[in-house]
């Protein structure tokens, strides 16, 4: 069975980076078609950020963080990466990794209900 584990969360300054990591372990993240990245702020609904395929390396991003915003994966590392840039307050959320093996493309697959494992967040904080 697939196991998620998401690292690099914080706090930070509005402006700041950080770069979050999905190291997965029981399976390769490859045997899965889409690994996403979800947030959940407080009293906010989850809600995807951006996804990667593992056939071809597309990707999809959520309007509100196009542009500041890079998801990545190493499948020699079997992990897969977000860096976030230009951090600001909105962005403040418990940051979960999710993994299905749906067909779809990520632009598709947008909701939770969609993806079937699941890591145990990492808080991100950004503040002055």
């Known amino acids: 069975q697939l196991q998620l584990v998401e690292s690099g969360g914080g706090v930070v300054q509005p402006g700041g980076s950080l770069r979050l990591s999905c190291a997965a372990s029981g399976l390769t993240l490859d045997t899965y078609n889409i690994v996403a990245w979800f947030r959940q702020a407080p009293g906010k609904d989850r809600e995807v950020v951006s996804s990667?395929?593992?056939?071809?390396?597309?990707?999809y991003y959520a309007d509100s963080v196009k542009s500041r915003f890079t998801i990545s994966r190493d499948n020699a590392k079997n992990t897969v990466y977000l860096q976030m840039n230009g951090l600001n307050p909105e962005d403040t959320a418990v940051y979960y990794c999710?993994?299905?093996?749906?067909?779809?493309?990520?632009?598709?697959?947008?909701?939770?209900?969609?993806?079937?494992?699941w890591g145990q967040g990492t808080q991100v904080t950004v503040s002055s």
């Open positions: 999710a993994a299905t093996s749906r067909t779809g493309r990520p632009w598709e697959l947008q909701y939770e209900y969609e993806y079937d494992y």
């Open positions: 990667i395929t593992a056939s071809d390396g597309s990707t």
